[in-house]
């Protein structure tokens, strides 16, 4: 008989790819770790771990088992949650793994909407670069993202639910000037940038370099509030989605002279029944709210 847990730290190695940090996931001690994978081997009568020098790596059956794991702990959850919704209300916990601007923008908002009392929501901050493996290795049930960050592609394992397509703006001190920017009369500029490899700070470059120059960073910001409010103090610009920019800091926004924009969408594990709560969730978000330049996907200004 498999134990569902050593299945799941089998499978959280193959994603965050050493004992050590698998023992920091699940707060145990990296000893605790291993003797419980060695006790999956023991019952699996099949070895599952290989060294290369001080680390382990998972054999071929091991890569096999560990992410067939993700599909029968998936089954699991589901199961469960069907027996405590049999009531015909759906019931336990649903992670959701949202960006920065989505999470007051769309994920709040879905999630007020719900009236479920045996239902549980837990909101998750995560950028695309953290969500899809998130999703992959079975910490998010849902996540909102974009199909547009290429170095974290969506693949067939994966189901996609367009939600709404977001304009890329310049965003300027309150005093720059009106109309579409062109980005090459801001290669002088200061410019506040996200932390590296993150999807707008990749974007950001990309864009620049495309436009003849390469943007001198005068600081890096994880959370757009701060980069909003070193804007506002005139210290720098900033390419940023539509969706962050909170109307209380008085900057302005200008539309790019070659439009931009992110395709936000849902997106699920392919391959696992849905569980009641992950379709409520779901439908919820299909409902986007109305916010200046958010276009529902399908309507006007979608792609």
Do not use: K
């Amino acid at each position: 008989m498999l134990n569902p847990w050593r299945l799941r730290l089998l499978s959280r190695l193959d994603t965050l790819g050493t004992v050590r940090a698998v023992a920091q996931d699940a707060n145990l001690s990296a000893s605790s770790v291993s003797q419980q994978l060695a006790v999956l081997e023991a019952e699996t009568r099949t070895q599952l771990l290989e060294r290369t020098g001080r680390r382990v790596r998972l054999t071929p059956a091991g890569l096999v088992l560990a992410r067939r794991a993700r599909a029968i702990l998936d089954h699991m959850d589901t199961v469960e949650a069907e027996l405590r919704s049999l009531g015909g209300e759906p019931a336990g916990l649903v992670r959701l793994g949202a960006f920065q601007s989505a999470i007051h923008t769309l994920a709040v908002p879905a999630v007020t909407r719900l009236a479920h009392p045996h239902l549980e929501v837990q909101l998750l901050e995560l950028e695309p670069h953290e969500s899809i493996p998130a999703l992959r290795g079975g910490d998010a049930d849902v996540i909102i993202t974009t199909t547009d960050f290429v170095e974290q592609p969506l693949g067939p394992d994966l189901d996609i639910v367009p939600l709404a397509t977001d304009p890329i703006v310049l965003v300027t001190p309150s005093e720059a000037p009106r109309g579409p920017a062109v980005l090459s009369a801001y290669a002088d500029a200061p410019w506040a940038l996200d932390v590296p490899q993150s999807y707008m700070a990749n974007l950001t470059l990309r864009l620049c370099r495309e436009s003849g120059f390469e943007p001198r960073v005068v600081c890096r910001f994880s959370n757009y509030l701060m980069t909003l409010q070193h804007v506002e103090a005139g210290l720098s610009i900033a390419l940023l989605p539509g969706l962050a920019v909170d109307r209380r800091y008085r900057v302005a926004t200008r539309e790019l002279s070659t439009p931009v924009t992110r395709t936000i969408t849902a997106v699920v594990r392919r391959g696992t029944p849905l569980r009641a709560g992950v379709n409520v969730v779901l439908d919820a978000l299909r409902q986007p709210p109305d916010l200046p330049g958010l276009a529902a996907w399908g309507g006007e200004g979608a792609d």
